[in-house]
């Protein structure tokens, strides 16, 4: 038990190379499925945290603007899982900063409570173990347990907390992520699952389906097997996608640029260069390709009709505490 302070912890975005979607228990938010992804150098939240006792409540700023509603709940419960654990009660003043478009399908919520969990429990005087942390970050938003981890990451099923499973340096991989014009404000990631559980006929099948896939993807990663790691992320995020196509009223995060960006990359495979894309719950694209690949595939993505912005990363660290020397 050191002394409580004020820290910035930062953590990286990832994105789901076999994904998660739906829940095998609410409350605990425990994935109905198992999970891998990417941690992402290029995308990051940046968390000040200090304990101040003079606060009745915690203050909760994220990127400028004072969080209320649901947002600022799904905070303050994060912190009392931290104050539960580090046995403290002192409230926290939190400034939350992303260098992303916050709850785009960029993954802010990701990075963000990973940066929390490890900001609060620095800031109350308490390190907590990075497992207790990844269980933590996963209650609050079950992606944001594997951006406590750098390079490919599992949320296996049932678990509470995330793991490391592959270093990023071990195969640089890249990401180039094709960012479409926003459309009207997209149906939050836990709001479409709940619906896609309560009535998508294709819900179950993606249930059972996913563990296979999720294998299949670590064993590509594992074997540094990149064609069989593309088809397989490919058909995790359009198997997802179609849980949701198929719901009632139909929930479709992708646009017509998304549709153009995925034709692109399947053009760009014709033409020999190997690229494959994976979509969460927005219009994004983002396209995995190998380091050489990388200038060609994102120049390809930023002349198609209705891509703004390309971002190109390589795989990110795992979260961390800034120095405050
Ligand atoms: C499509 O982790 O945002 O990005 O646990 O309800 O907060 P909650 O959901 P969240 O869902 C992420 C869904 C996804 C796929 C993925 O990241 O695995």
Not at 130 to 139: E, K
Not at 233 to 253: G, N, T, W
């Amino acid at each position: 038990m050191t002394t409580p302070r004020s820290v910035t912890a930062v953590a990286h975005a990832n994105i789901a190379l076999a994904k998660y979607w739906g829940k095998a228990d609410d409350r605990e938010n425990l994935p109905a499925v198992p999970s891998l992804s990417l941690t992402l150098e290029a995308l990051r939240s940046r968390t000040s945290v200090s304990a101040d006792a003079s606060l009745t409540e915690d203050a909760v700023s994220l990127d400028g603007a004072l969080a209320t509603g649901r947002a600022r709940e799904r905070v303050v419960r994060l912190l009392d899982d931290v104050r539960a654990l580090t046995e403290t009660k002192l409230r926290l003043r939190v400034e939350s900063h992303n260098d992303f478009p916050t709850a785009s399908g960029l993954a802010s919520s990701a990075s963000g409570f990973a940066a929390l969990a490890l900001g609060a429990s620095h800031a109350l005087g308490r390190p907590l173990p990075v497992a207790t942390l990844s269980s933590v970050a996963r209650r609050a938003s079950a992606s944001a347990a594997r951006s406590l981890f750098g390079g490919f990451v599992a949320l296996r099923l049932g678990a509470a907390s995330a793991e490391p499973v592959l270093d990023g340096a071990a195969w640089p991989l890249v990401m180039v992520i094709a960012v479409t014009a926003m459309g009207p404000k997209s149906v939050s990631s836990t709001d479409g699952m709940r619906h896609t559980l309560a009535t998508s006929p294709y819900y179950p099948t993606w249930v059972t389906s996913a563990p296979a896939l999720f294998a299949e993807v670590e064993r590509a990663v594992l074997g540094r097997d990149f064609e069989t790691l593309g088809a397989a992320i490919e058909q995790s995020a359009l198997m997802m996608h179609a849980s949701m196509l198929a719901a009632r009223p139909a929930l479709v995060y992708f646009s017509p640029a998304t549709l153009r960006a995925m034709e692109r990359v399947r053009a760009l495979r014709r033409e020999g260069t190997l690229a494959f894309y994976t979509m969460d719950a927005g219009p994004h694209v983002k396209v995995l390709c190998q380091e050489a690949d990388a200038p060609s595939v994102a120049a390809a993505l930023a002349l198609v009709e209705g891509v703004e912005r390309v971002i190109v990363s390589a795989a990110g660290p795992a979260a961390y505490v800034e120095d405050t020397a």
